[in-house]
């Protein structure tokens, strides 16, 4: 596609629910990042899958959250046993080749744990 | 650990003028530079890159990168209220995971 697609674009769900969020990255992009963005707070990262690599899992807030690629393809994020404090935008983004590229953002999956 | 410092503002101009926003970053490998656009909202879109000392220019806006003094700053030029969003900054290279500031909050008053 001509852009990172995203999906949900908004989840409600309630506390202890699993939840799934989808990204898309461009076509041809090998990184792929996932980001928290709390409101009014900055990018959390925390995720990086690069190609058929091992991913960097160094900023999952907790063993609840895991995440998902095949090969260069779609990438899913999910949470277990949701808490309110983990209603956020999750961001997720992808670059062509690995972090010194310019990273291209999908509009984001708002999450709202009630 | 890796920081990208940011004021986190606001920062309000009037119409026309020119807003800078500046960024100071620590981890002196870093090589790329980068400046996103956040509207409230919304994702961040890209507004500059930047790779060596200097400046450089595309439309109203400039990136100016000095690696001696850990600093990009960018201006934007003959701003207008359509600018008013959160700016990113954001450094990459010293490893595979950019980092990012918190943003400068720019306000852009008619």
């Known amino acids: 596609g001509a852009g990172v697609s995203q999906s949900p674009s908004n989840k409600v769900t309630e506390k202890g629910k699993d939840v799934e969020l989808r990204c898309d990255p461009i076509s041809g992009h090998t990184a792929l990042y996932w980001y928290r963005q709390r409101l009014g707070q900055g990018l959390e990262f925390l995720i990086y899958?690069?190609?058929?690599?091992?991913?960097?899992k160094s900023g999952l807030p907790s063993d609840r959250f895991s995440a998902e690629r095949t090969g260069e393809s779609v990438s899913t994020l999910t949470i277990q046993r949701t808490q309110q404090e983990d209603s956020a935008v999750y961001l997720c983004?992808?670059?062509?080749?690995?972090?010194?590229?310019?990273?291209?953002f999908g509009p984001g999956t708002r999450l709202t744990v009630l | 650990q890796k920081e990208v410092e940011q004021n986190s503002g606001p920062l309000s101009v009037p119409e026309g003028a020119i807003a800078s926003l500046n960024c100071t970053y620590s981890d002196r490998v870093s090589q790329s530079f980068f400046w996103y656009r956040q509207y409230s909202g919304k994702s961040p879109e890209l507004i500059m890159s930047?790779?060596?000392?200097g400046d450089k220019e595309d439309g109203r806006f400039t990136a100016q990168l000095n690696k001696a003094s850990q600093y990009v700053s960018l201006l934007i030029r003959d701003s207008q209220p359509s600018d008013s969003a959160t700016y990113l900054c954001a450094a990459g290279g010293g490893s595979y995971i950019p980092t990012f500031g918190r943003g400068t909050s720019l306000i852009v008053h008619p």
């Open positions: 983004a992808s670059s062509l080749v690995r972090g010194a590229d310019t990273q291209y």
């Open positions: 930047i790779y060596s000392n």
């Open positions: 899958f690069q190609g058929n690599s091992a991913p960097d």
